[in-house]
C-alpha cells in the first residue's frame, strides 16, 4: 500500500488548505487513516483519524471546530480540510493506514505511511 500526500503550502493566518492522501496498491483492504504533524524540534503529533467504515472521526483538542477530516471511497482519498489556519499548524503533515477499525492515535499502530507534505502558516 502507497499513500501520496499532497495539498500542502505556503498560507496566511486564518486561512484554507485541503490535504488529500491518496492511497494506491491493495486498495480493496480497507484501513483507518490519520493525519499526524511534525513541527521542527517537536515530536510527531495525532491530529485527525477517520475509522475504516468513514463513520467515526476523531481530532486532537487544538484543531478541533478547525480541522475536518473525510473519506472518498470512490477516490481511495482522505482528505483534511484545515481552516482557521495558525502559525502553530505549521508542519510536516503524514498520513498513515492502520490495520484497524478505528484510527489509532499512536503512529507506531500505523503500517504504512506517506511521504509528508510541508504546510506553512505565516502570521
Known amino acids: 500500500v502507497q499513500l501520496v500526500e499532497s495539498g500542502g503550502g505556503l498560507v496566511q493566518a486564518g486561512g484554507s488548505l485541503r490535504l488529500s492522501c491518496a492511497t494506491r496498491?491493495?486498495?480493496?483492504?480497507?484501513?483507518?487513516v490519520g493525519w499526524f504533524r511534525q513541527a521542527p524540534g517537536k515530536e510527531r503529533e495525532f491530529v485527525a483519524g477517520?475509522?475504516?467504515?468513514?463513520?467515526?472521526?476523531s481530532y486532537t483538542d487544538s484543531v478541533k471546530g478547525r480541522f475536518t477530516i473525510s473519506t472518498d471511497t470512490a477516490k481511495n482519498t482522505v482528505y483534511l480540510q484545515m481552516n482557521s489556519l495558525k502559525s502553530e499548524d505549521t508542519a510536516v503533515y503524514y498520513c498513515?493506514?492502520?490495520?484497524?477499525?478505528?484510527?489509532?492515535?499512536?503512529?507506531?499502530?500505523?503500517?504504512?505511511w506517506g511521504q509528508g507534505t510541508q504546510v506553512t502558516v505565516s502570521s
Open positions: 498513515a493506514a492502520a490495520r484497524y477499525g478505528v484510527a489509532p492515535i499512536t503512529g507506531g499502530a500505523y503500517d504504512y
Open positions: 496498491g491493495r486498495t480493496s483492504s480497507r484501513y483507518a
Open positions: 477517520i475509522s475504516r467504515s468513514g463513520e467515526m472521526t
